[in-house]
Nanobody, 125 residues
């Protein structure tokens, strides 16, 4: 089992920044892919960004537009998402997830093995 705990969400004005963290514990592995997803009210959960645990490759959704940066600190078993130039459309619950034994992190949330409880990000206009 792997436990994931997100933090860092909150209320921010449009144009502002937030840094989300996801602390992993249990049977977490630095070789596991890790990703960020988000879900807005009434919408499906969507891919935001992911990082491969095998080769460190990074993938972003097109809507990120160079505003977000994903990173991981394997020594701390922590995944980060630095978000800047936030827009009201970024308002959602943000989740981190992990997927074992894969080189390229999948974009589909159905493919991930473990999930955190989520952290709310609200961007006011």
């Amino acid at each position: 089992q792997v436990q994931l705990v997100e933090s860092g969400g909150g209320l921010v004005q449009a144009g502002g920044s937030l840094r989300l963290s996801c602390a992993a514990s249990g049977r977490s592995s630095s070789n596991s892919a890790m990703g960020w997803f988000r879900q807005a009210p009434g919408k499906e959960r969507e891919f935001v960004a992911a990082i491969s645990g095998i080769d460190g490759s990074i993938y972003y959704a097109t809507f990120v537009k160079d505003r977000f940066t994903i990173s991981r600190d394997n020594a701390k078993n922590t995944l980060y998402l630095q978000m800047s130039s936030l827009e009201p459309e970024d308002t959602a619950v943000y989740y981190c997830a992990t997927k074992e034994s894969v080189v390229v992190p999948p974009a589909s949330p159905d493919k991930y093995d473990y999930w955190g409880q989520g952290t709310q990000v609200t961007v006011s206009s």
